[in-house]
């Protein structure tokens, strides 16, 4: 089955710019949605498609994807976004969805 | 406005079964693909199971497989989840989620609803 990887854990500055990396065999072909969840509540789809941002969630928020790796780019980091962080594909070759294990983004 | 409200949830013994029901409002379930995703405690997202927009085709996690169906009422508007067998590594949250039109994005969550497989 389809394996994404995801670092455990992120730190980063107020202010600065996180990039939290998705890695799975040819990544690039698929498309990467990415996935907030700060404790005890639902996640947030914060990007999709690789590349787009759902209504309502800030520029800050960007992704890139090819080769091997998805990224997704946090800039002017603020408190507020100190969550975990998932993503996620669909593998069309066993019809079934796959997440990365999950990325905890903390804020100094 | 989209919103997904999960039930069901609870405490059941191994092998034994429940079902959960995300009633969905702000939109007609038969337009869409829906999800079940679960989440461990203290542990990461998993997928569990999708269904298309008209019912016809169903989708599972290897682990659940043979164990788990997913059903939609539409004339509820409410999407199901029925859980046989279940083991104690089942224990999660389960969530209820919308996908995206056309494409397979989810774009709409749920709240969740405990499930704890314990004897």
């Known amino acids: 089955s389809y394996v994404l990887t995801q670092p455990l854990s992120v730190s980063v500055a107020p202010g600065k710019t996180a990039r939290i990396t998705c890695g799975g065999n040819n990544i690039g072909r698929k498309s990467v949605h990415w996935y907030q969840q700060k404790p005890?509540?639902?996640?947030?789809?914060?990007?999709?498609?690789?590349?787009?941002?759902?209504?309502?969630?800030?520029?800050?928020?960007?992704?890139?994807?090819?080769?091997?790796?998805?990224?997704?780019t946090i800039s002017r980091v603020e408190d507020g976004d100190e969550a975990d962080y998932y993503c996620q594909v669909w593998d069309s070759s066993s019809d079934q969805g796959v997440f990365g294990g999950g990325t905890k983004l903390t804020v100094l | 406005e989209v919103q997904l409200v999960e039930s069901g949830g609870g405490l059941v013994q191994p092998g034994g079964s429940l079902r959960l029901s995300c009633a969905a409002s702000g939109f007609t379930i038969s337009t869409y693909w829906m999800h079940w995703v679960r989440q461990a405690p203290g542990k990461g997202l998993v997928w569990v199971s999708r269904i298309n927009s008209n019912g016809s085709s169903t989708y599972y996690a290897d682990s659940v497989k043979g164990r788990f169906t997913i059903s939609r009422d539409t004339a509820k508007n409410t999407l199901y989840l029925q859980m046989n067998?279940?083991?104690?590594?089942?224990?999660?949250?389960?969530?209820?989620?919308?996908?995206?039109?056309?494409?397979?994005?989810?774009?709409?969550?749920?709240?969740?609803?405990?499930?704890t497989v314990s004897s």
């Open chain 1, 40 to 72: 005890g509540q639902a996640p947030v789809l914060v990007i999709c498609y690789d590349i787009d941002r759902p209504s309502g969630i800030p520029e800050r928020f960007s992704g890139s994807n090819s080769g091997n790796t998805a990224t997704l």
């Open chain 2, 85 to 115: 067998s279940l083991r104690a590594e089942d224990t999660a949250v389960y969530y209820c989620a919308k996908e995206d039109y056309g494409g397979n994005s989810i774009d709409y969550w749920g709240q969740g609803t405990l499930v």
